[in-house]
């Protein structure tokens, strides 16, 4: 089944403690994005990566790191999480032949204590 | 940056009515797609409309886009309690490698029994 995961769905950590969400897509795509959603806000941005080893700022980045060693996989991580970073967070993937359409992950509900 | 926003913020209806939600963006667009978003859980693509088209129709769903008012709507017909979720359109750009998009903060719908 074609489909992106991410793990952890749901962690609750304490400020400055490191962290790592794994998003992991089965579909071979290029393109993945990570997303942040907060009430009133929509969807934005954080990373996004065209590639293996390409990697860019989406919106806002602040707080954040990504990496993309493998196509499959695109993790985020939190070097020193902080309160303002409790969020839902949404990783997405998207093929080259199927303009901007975007497969998303369930979601990693994350709280920062 | 927020680019889409919906209208209504919210919208309440009864089974077997439609619904209709709209989308104003500011910037010019290669493509306008919406998505479904149950409760917590990620987005779901349902369609996508390119710049240079004016009306799609999917099953059930009917985007039009008017680029001249930049502006786009997304009718649901014959409405189901299913049907209940958050729709969010989205704007994808030539920029951010060509796949990038940016979502508005959505309209809530809920369809009564």
């Known amino acids: 089944e074609a489909q992106v995961t991410q793990n952890p769905r749901y962690l609750i950590t304490v400020t400055g403690k490191k962290l790592t969400v794994t998003c992991s897509q089965n579909m071979n795509h290029e393109y993945m994005s990570w997303y942040r959603q907060d009430p009133g806000l929509g969807l934005r941005q954080i990373y996004y990566s065209m590639n293996v080893e390409v990697t860019d700022k989406g919106d806002v980045p602040e707080g954040y790191k990504v990496s993309r060693k493998e196509k499959r996989n695109f993790p985020l991580i939190l070097e020193s999480p902080s309160p303002n970073q409790t969020s839902l967070y949404f990783c997405a993937s998207t093929g080259s032949g199927r303009a901007n359409e975007q497969f998303f992950g369930p979601g990693t509900r994350l709280t920062v204590l | 940056s927020q680019q889409g926003e919906e209208d209504p913020q919210a919208l309440s209806i009864q089974e077997g009515e439609n619904a209709t939600m709209n989308c104003s963006y500011k910037t010019s667009i290669n493509n306008l797609q919406w998505y479904r978003q149950n409760s917590g859980r990620g987005l779901v693509h349902l369609i996508l409309?390119?710049?240079?088209?004016r009306e799609k129709h999917s099953g059930r769903l009917r985007v039009t886009l008017d680029t001249s008012k930049k502006s786009s709507s997304l009718l649901i017909t014959a409405s189901r309690a299913a049907d209940t979720a958050s729709y969010f359109c989205?704007?994808?750009?030539?920029?951010?490698?060509?796949?990038?998009?940016?979502f508005g903060t959505g309209t809530q719908l809920k369809v009564e029994l």
């Open positions: 989205a704007t994808g750009s030539l920029t951010g490698g060509g796949n990038k998009l940016t």
């Open positions: 409309i390119r710049s240079n088209e």
